[in-house]
């Protein structure tokens, strides 16, 4: 099925069903490691969740925060698609819409930290003008390493 329409929606503040949806979604994109009910309000009241719709039904998600030393600067801390979504491509034009919209509201950068092996997310990323800044072994326990990548927006052509 060819997806025509993404749409991108801030979720702001959470009901109880919305956050309870949300967190069902983060045990299926990664695999019992997403975000729990403690962590996603946070982002959503102090940072971004940000949600993607295709048809009308959730797709994926993406979080976001601003970082405390450098304003202009965000730090994208989680971002992925329901299974049923993954390997057609979706996750690029998600991720697009996400730049072209953190470009609209002025940030200057986009940092994240990324699995080494995760070849999917790190394709879409480099693919999108992301480069890897640093490379941080046992970022989150042994065996975790994680690249660090940046995307200067300004440096990006709408
Ligand atoms: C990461 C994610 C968003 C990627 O989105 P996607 O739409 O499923 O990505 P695709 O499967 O279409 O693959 C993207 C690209 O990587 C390539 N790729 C995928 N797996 C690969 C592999 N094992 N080796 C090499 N290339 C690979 C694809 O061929 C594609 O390349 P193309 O754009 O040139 O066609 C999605 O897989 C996801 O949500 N994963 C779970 C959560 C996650 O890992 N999030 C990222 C955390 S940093």
Known sequence: MTVVEIILRHTGRLGVDALEQLVAAEC??????????????IFAEYGRN????????????????????????AYLAGFG???ARQKQGL???????????????GFAAIELTAAPDNAAAVKIYR??????????????????????????????TS
């Not at 996750?91 to 509201?105: D, F, I, N, P, S």
Request: glycine share 8%; aromatic share 6%.
């Open 28 to 41: 299926a994109i990664h695999n019992d490691c997403g975000w729990r009910r403690w962590e996603l309000p």
């Open 50 to 73: 940000v949600v993607f719709e295709i048809d009308g039904e959730l797709a994926g998600s993406a979080q976001l925060v601003r970082s405390w030393d450098h304003p202009t600067v």
């Open 81 to 83: 698609l329901l299974p």
């Open 91 to 105: 996750g690029a034009r998600c991720l697009a819409l996400l730049v072209e919209q953190m470009k609209e509201q």
């Open 127 to 156: 693919d999108a003008g992301f480069r890897v800044t640093d490379r941080h072994d046992a970022k989150y326990g042994p065996g975790e390493d994680r690249l660090i990548m940046r995307l200067n927006l300004e440096e990006t």
